[in-house]
C-alpha cells in the first residue's frame, strides 16, 4: 500500500555529511509515521530517527542526537535525513519504514513499522 524509495547514499569522510531522501507513494495517506533505521553487516536494523506524518514530531535514537536531522516535505511525499559529523561506525546500509497507524510498540522497534525501502549505503571512511 505503501511504497518507499531511499536515495542520497554513498561515501564519505569521517566528519563528513549527507542527506539521505525517502519518496512515498502509493496510499501515502494512511501513513502514522516514517523513520530510518541503519543495519551494518550481521547485525540488527537500528533506529536512528522517526517523524510523524501529519504533525511532524520528531524522534532521535540519542546515538544520533546532535548529528542527525529528520524532515518532511508534504508537497513531494518525502522524507529527508541530514547527516553530519559522520564516523566510520555509522557504516551501513540505511533503510526508510513506514508505520501505517500508531502503535503500543512506538517507533523505536523495527518490527512496528509495516513498510519498507530497498536501503541505501553510507560509507564512512576514516
Known amino acids: 500500500q505503501v511504497q518507499l524509495v531511499e536515495s542520497g547514499g554513498g561515501l564519505v569522510q569521517a566528519g563528513g555529511s549527507l542527506r539521505l531522501s525517502c519518496a512515498r507513494s502509493?496510499?501515502?495517506?494512511?501513513?502514522?509515521?516514517v523513520g530510518w533505521f541503519r543495519q551494518a553487516p550481521g547485525k540488527e536494523r537500528q533506529f536512528a530517527a522517526a517523524?510523524?506524518?501529519?504533525?511532524?514530531?520528531?524522534y532521535y535514537a540519542d546515538s544520533v542526537k546532535g548529528r542527525f536531522t529528520i524532515s518532511r516535505d508534504n508537497g513531494k511525499n518525502t522524507v529527508y535525513l541530514q547527516m553530519n559529523s559522520l564516523k566510520p561506525e555509522y557504516t551501513a546500509v540505511y533503510y526508510c519504514a513506514a508505520q501505517s497507524a500508531i502503535t503500543s510498540r512506538g517507533l523505536v522497534e523495527a518490527g512496528a513499522y509495516d513498510y519498507w525501502g530497498q536501503g541505501t549505503q553510507v560509507t564512512v571512511s576514516s
Open positions: 517523524i510523524t506524518w501529519s504533525g511532524g514530531l520528531t
Open positions: 502509493g496510499r501515502t495517506f494512511s501513513s502514522y509515521a
